[in-house]
């Protein structure tokens, strides 16, 4: 019993020794996925005048779509804008024709000053329709740059041109929106007032140089 187990262990031994030495195929390993390349963006500096304007111990610049920058859009925090006394616009033509209730040409409120500066999250892109109609969009979430008060504006409608390539997204007497609970002094949360969601009647540009 033991003779004819013996080479046959020994057998097996050698077998599994010479087994260790065989080259085998190496697995094969999930390739990586496949991603789209991004497409190359560029830095551009933005500018605002008229009823929002730039200030200049915070320049604001990011990277965009070349040549055209709006289409891209912009979507952007920490972005610091000031409030000058006029919105810039003629609160007759915003209110022309309108139900809803007036709007001001003016920061100051008879329930506060939002002059000033403040910083927060803006929004701004244009889209281009089916019948050559062009839709740009703008939104401010901001606060005061010293914490208080809280303001969150949109609208719509605006017109895009070059000059020099330079890109200009202007809104003229375009009626701004602005939340229930914005506030020129108070806070959101907790909500305490006084409260201001007068729509304001603008009149700005912003301008996108690479």
């Not at 496949?34 to 111990?57: E, H, I, M, R, V």
Request: hydrophobic content about 35%; proline content about 7%; some cysteine.
């Amino acid at each position: 019993m033991h003779r004819t187990s013996l080479p046959l262990a020994l057998s097996l031994f050698a077998l599994a020794a010479c087994s260790r030495d065989v080259p085998t195929t190496p697995r094969a390993l999930a390739s990586a996925p496949l991603f789209a390349k991004p497409s190359a963006q560029t830095l551009y500096a933005f500018s605002w005048q008229g009823g929002f304007q730039s200030d200049a111990n915070h320049p604001f610049s990011t990277l965009a779509k070349p040549g055209d920058p709006f289409g891209g859009g912009i979507d952007a925090d920490g972005v610091y804008l000031v409030l000058p006394p006029s919105a810039g616009g003629d609160a007759n033509v915003c209110n022309e024709g309108s139900t809803t209730d007036p709007s001001t040409g003016s920061w100051v409120g008879e329930s506060g000053d939002y002059t000033g500066l403040w910083v927060g999250h803006v929004t701004a892109n244009v889209s281009t329709g089916k019948q050559g109609a062009t839709t740009a969009n703008f939104s401010f979430n901001a606060a005061r740059s010293d914490g208080t008060g809280w303001i969150w504006l949109v609208l719509k409608g605006g017109t895009v041109s070059s000059t020099n390539g330079k890109l200009t997204l202007s809104f003229t007497n375009a009626r701004g929106l602005i939340s229930t609970y914005s506030t020129p002094t108070g806070s959101f949360d907790p909500r305490v007032g006084p409260f201001d969601s007068q729509d304001r009647c603008l009149t700005f540009s912003v301008t996108a140089t690479p």
